[in-house]
């Protein structure tokens, strides 16, 4: 129940194309979905993050979509781009636990 | 600011060698994590901390241990070194914001090998 799964595993997209990495959990007490974004050699850093309360976020190219009776949430990156290339993971929390599950990350190549 | 700072960026350790990687932090958060990075495994929780003198056991504690005497430093010690413990460490704080808003600020990590 306290999982985040987490798909694919690897991505590989067209210079222009949208990128759509997927998550579903089990755990209906999660009440706050980041996403981070890691670059080879550094630490995971914080991309974007969505409530259960609403259905889309929207920032620049990054968009997140949380469906909460089918328990997923996923990330599309719009005109996507060779900066775009890094690790994403999605992660779950809620209150009181003080600690953010993980998923097991999606490999993001962007072909130029 | 510098976030969070981890030292060693790099370490070979031989079995059963013990080393402590340090982390610290100046922005006064309370809440410190550590993780380890394998391969196609995500991050996995080994510690945690939610103030000074309160630390709590992660997901894969066994064969490290943990200490938090201050608010910015959260040390992890490795006693006893194995080939298991081979891995990429990151350290992470977050602030007080409410339901786990604002994200964690992890360092750049320490790529370990144990052989």
């Known amino acids: 129940q306290q999982q985040v799964k987490q798909s694919p595993q690897s991505l590989i997209v067209q210079k222009g194309g949208i990128s759509i990495i997927n998550c579903a959990y089990e755990n209906t007490a999660f009440d706050y979905f980041p996403w981070y974004q890691q670059f080879p050699g550094k630490g995971p850093a914080l991309l974007i993050a969505i409530r259960p309360d609403v259905s889309e976020k929207k920032e620049g190219r990054f968009t997140i979509s949380f469906n909460k009776?089918?328990?997923?949430?996923?990330?599309?990156?719009?005109?996507?781009?060779?900066?775009?290339?890094?690790?994403?993971?999605?992660?779950?929390?809620?209150?009181?636990?003080?600690?953010?599950?993980?998923?097991?990350?999606?490999?993001?190549?962007?072909?130029? | 600011?510098?976030?969070v700072t981890q030292t060693p960026k790099f370490r070979?350790?031989?079995?059963?060698?013990?080393?402590?990687?340090?982390?610290?932090?100046?922005?006064?958060?309370?809440?410190?994590?550590?993780?380890?990075?394998?391969?196609?495994?995500?991050?996995?929780?080994?510690?945690?901390?939610?103030?000074?003198?309160?630390?709590?056991?992660?997901?894969?504690?066994?064969?490290?241990?943990?200490?938090?005497?201050?608010?910015?430093?959260?040390?992890?010690?490795?006693e006893l070194a194995a080939p298991s413990q081979t891995s990429v460490y990151f350290c992470a704080s977050r602030g007080p914001a409410e339901?786990?808003?604002?994200g964690y600020?992890?360092?750049?990590?320490?790529?370990?090998?144990?052989?």
């Open chain 1, 69 to 112: 009776s089918a328990k997923q949430f996923s990330l599309h990156i719009m005109d996507s781009q060779p900066g775009d290339s890094a690790t994403y993971f999605c992660a779950a929390y809620f209150s009181g636990t003080y600690k953010y599950i993980f998923g097991t990350g999606t490999r993001l190549k962007v072909l130029a």
């Open chain 2, 1 to 3: 600011n510098a976030g």
């Open chain 2, 12 to 78: 070979i350790l031989k079995i059963g060698q013990s080393m402590t990687l340090q982390c610290t932090q100046d922005m006064n958060h309370n809440y410190m994590y550590w993780y380890r990075q394998d391969p196609g495994m995500g991050l996995k929780l080994i510690y945690y901390s939610v103030g000074a003198g309160i630390t709590d056991k992660g997901e894969v504690p066994n064969g490290y241990n943990v200490s938090r005497s201050t608010t910015e430093d959260f040390p992890l010690r490795l």
């Open chain 2, 99 to 102: 339901q786990g808003s604002g």
């Open chain 2, 105 to 115: 600020t992890f360092g750049s990590g320490t790529r370990l090998t144990v052989v």
